[in-house]
């Protein structure tokens, strides 16, 4: 079972990204897990930006990305996805995505599983 963070790159100040976290693995179903976002900028320790329940769709954001990051879930396409507007030079950063039965990021353990990290950089 894999989880595969993917769509980071580099973009200028005010752009757009959308992370994606596709689940791969014989009877891996994405559905069922709450799924939450960290990121880890240089020298700084990572930190739990969003997070979305299995069940009901809750959200939750960190102050530091409310009402610019928006996070969704595909069940059909075993997805779940991060729409990033309004990007920052402080929002460079390793992006990761993790699969829990937790109800916050802060649940997340490190025997969850965990994607391998998409980079996201911006910088004019």
């Known amino acids: 079972v894999q989880l595969q963070a993917s769509g980071g790159g580099l973009v200028q100040p005010g752009a757009s990204l959308r992370l994606s976290c596709a689940a791969s693995g014989s009877g891996f179903d994405l559905e069922w897990y709450a799924v939450a976002w960290f990121r880890q900028a240089p020298g700084k320790e990572r930190e739990g930006i969003s997070y979305?329940?299995?069940?009901?769709?809750?959200?939750d954001y960190a102050d530091s990305v409310k009402g610019r990051f928006t996070i969704s879930r595909d069940n059909a396409k075993n997805a779940v996805y991060l729409q990033m507007n309004s990007l920052k030079p402080e929002d460079t950063a390793v992006y990761y995505c993790a699969a829990t039965y937790g109800t916050s990021w802060d649940d997340v353990r490190e025997d969850d599983y965990w994607g391998q990290g998409t980079q996201v950089t911006v910088s004019s």
């Open positions: 979305i329940h299995w069940e009901d769709g809750r959200t």
